[in-house]
C-alpha cells in the first residue's frame, strides 16, 4: 500500500461548487503540505500543517481551507471552486524531527500520487 | 525574484547519452538543500537526489549526479546512459533551513525527451 494516498485521484466539478481533496499518510510523519501544479509553474505551497493544531498559510492559500483531523489525514477545501483552481493538486509529508541536519539519503518531502480537478 | 530557475523547458537527448539539466538557486541562507524530482506522464513526484549546501562532495545515486557549484549557485541534474524512461519532467526544488515552513520551492521544471 502506498504510504501517501490522495482522494480522488480525478475529479471535475462545477463553478460555485465546494470540494474537498483528502490526504491520508501511514508514514507516521508530522508535517503535511498542499502543493498545486499549474503547466510551467512548478508546485506551490497552498497549506502546510506541522501537526494537529498547528495550520500555516502557504504562497497562494486565497480560495482554499484546510483541515488536519489527525496526524495522519490533511484535507483541503474549495469552498467555491472557480476555473482557475483547475490543476493538479499534491499532498506531502515530511518528518522534520531530523529537519535541523539538512542531510539525508532519504526522500525530504514524500508525495501522494495527486489529484487532477477540473473545474468548469 | 525567482529562487528556482531552470532555463530549459524542453530537452530532447539521444538514448545512452548523457544529459543535463539545469538549474541555478538564489538564497542568502547559508544553509539549505537542493533536490531534483522526476515527474512522469503519469502524474506521480518521484524523488531522484539531494544535495545539502554542506556536502564536500556531489551527490549521485546510480545514474543520476548532481553537479553542485556553490559559488555559481547552480545544481545542474546530469544523468548518463539516458534511457526511454527517462522521458519526463524534472523539477529542481530548494529548502532553505530558515524557511519556516520547511517547503520545497520548485522552479518551473524541463521536460526531458529521449529518443530511440
Known amino acids: 500500500d502506498a504510504d501517501v494516498t490522495q482522494t480522488p485521484r480525478n475529479r471535475i466539478t462545477k463553478t460555485g461548487k465546494r470540494i474537498m481533496l483528502e490526504c491520508s499518510q501511514t508514514k507516521g510523519h508530522d508535517r503535511m503540505y498542499w502543493y498545486r501544479q499549474d503547466p510551467g509553474l512548478g508546485l506551490r505551497l497552498i497549506y502546510y500543517s506541522f501537526d494537529v493544531k498547528d495550520i500555516n498559510k502557504g504562497e497562494i492559500s486565497d480560495g482554499y481551507s484546510v483541515s488536519r483531523q489527525a496526524q495522519a489525514k490533511f484535507s483541503l477545501s474549495l469552498e467555491s471552486a472557480i476555473p482557475n483552481q483547475t490543476a493538479l493538486y499534491f499532498c506531502a509529508t515530511s518528518d522534520d524531527r531530523l529537519a535541523g541536519r539538512l542531510r539525508s539519503s532519504y526522500n525530504e518531502q514524500f508525495f501522494g500520487p495527486g489529484t487532477r480537478l477540473t473545474v468548469l | ?116
Open chain 2, 1 to 116: 525574484a525567482q529562487k528556482i530557475t531552470q532555463t530549459q523547458p524542453g530537452m530532447f537527448v539521444q538514448e545512452k547519452e548523457a544529459v543535463t539539466l539545469d538549474c541555478t538557486y538564489d538564497t542568502s541562507d547559508p544553509s539549505y538543500g537542493l533536490f531534483w524530482y522526476k515527474q512522469p506522464s503519469s502524474g506521480e513526484m518521484i524523488f531522484l537526489i539531494y544535495q545539502g549546501s554542506y556536502d564536500q562532495q556531489n551527490a549521485t545515486e546510480g545514474r543520476y549526479s548532481l553537479n553542485f557549484q556553490k559559488a555559481r549557485k547552480s545544481a545542474n541534474l546530469v544523468i548518463s546512459a539516458s534511457q526511454l524512461g527517462d522521458s519526463a519532467m524534472y523539477f529542481c526544488a530548494m529548502r532553505e533551513a530558515s524557511g519556516s515552513a520547511r517547503q520545497l520551492t520548485f522552479g518551473s521544471g524541463t521536460q526531458l525527451t529521449v529518443l530511440p
